[in-house]
């Protein structure tokens, strides 16, 4: 009886979970589909696409979803290149003072980041570089890669260095054995730290919100801002449409991904 009660006390457990992240998901889609849709959850009288085309078809959100691809795609290239040129010495080479090097690192992911946006906006203002795409992705760069560091470092530590050590009696470099031999071997662990990054800045609202001021430059986390209507109106139909098309590059992304990760390491690849 105590066995049958702990296991029908965890599947509860687990609908209660279920049902807390099923709950807003029908708000989104019922109300994505109502043309006057309320906050509550409700299912339209009259299924529409109206709101899907108004968000489309205007200017300003396709200018804002392209915003934030073009920062979180080059967000996530450049740490995934950096943290690669990063954590090979770290996990390859007897460095002095490594492991404070790597608890120095793990101290920098473990900064607010709320605690140090007044004196990056600072330094951005008297450098003039505030309101520009560049230097927004480069600061995010910066905040993204103590942990893309650490993540790397852990699936390059388990690359046997035996495939190197056969790569260099070829002749090989240590650039040409990274490209050749590192990488694709642990292309798992690079597409997980890249999904790791780019969702983070697919979804960061803060840190476009403090450096970006113009219209034209904003990305959809930010935008979303133009649903929210004076005296307490929101469009609540068009946010939910916003809201479902702004997932939809994350789960693609995953989707895509998915047979990367599932292989683990391809030790037969990187002997090729």
């Known amino acids: 009886m105590k066995k049958i009660i702990k296991n029908y006390s965890q599947h509860v457990v687990l609908i209660i979970i279920a049902i807390m992240f099923i709950w807003p998901m029908l708000w989104l889609v019922f109300a994505s589909f109502d043309k006057t849709g309320p906050l509550t959850i409700k299912v339209p009288d009259q299924i529409t696409l109206d ?133 694709p071997v642990i292309l798992p662990g690079v597409m997980v730290v890249f999904i790791f990054t780019f969702s983070g800045s697919w979804g960061n609202f803060f840190v476009p919100f403090i450096l970006l001021s113009s219209v034209e430059k904003i990305p959809a986390s930010v935008s979303i801002y133009q649903f929210f209507g004076a005296h307490g109106q929101v469009v609540y139909g068009q946010l939910a449409a916003f809201s479902l098309l702004y997932t939809m590059p994350i789960a693609i992304l995953y989707f895509l991904s998915q047979k990367f990760m599932s292989q683990g390491f391809a030790l037969s690849g990187a002997i090729k």
């Open 51 to 183: 709101n899907y085309i108004e968000v489309v078809t205007n200017p300003m959100n396709f200018r804002a979803f392209l915003n934030s691809f073009i920062i979180s795609f080059s967000q996530a290239s450049m740490v995934v290149i950096l943290a690669i040129l990063a954590s090979y010495p770290l996990s390859r080479f007897s460095i002095k003072g490594k492991s404070k090097i790597l608890y120095s690192i793990l101290f920098l992911n473990g900064l607010p980041i709320t605690a140090i946006m007044v004196p990056v906006y600072m330094v951005f203002f008297r450098l003039k570089i505030t309101n520009s795409i560049i230097s927004t992705t480069l600061f995010l760069v910066a905040t993204a890669l103590p942990y893309s560091i650490w993540m790397m470092k852990n699936f390059m530590d388990d690359v046997p260095k035996t495939l190197e050590e056969a790569a260099w009696i070829d002749g090989a470099g240590i650039i040409q054995t990274i490209i050749h031999v590192i990488f």
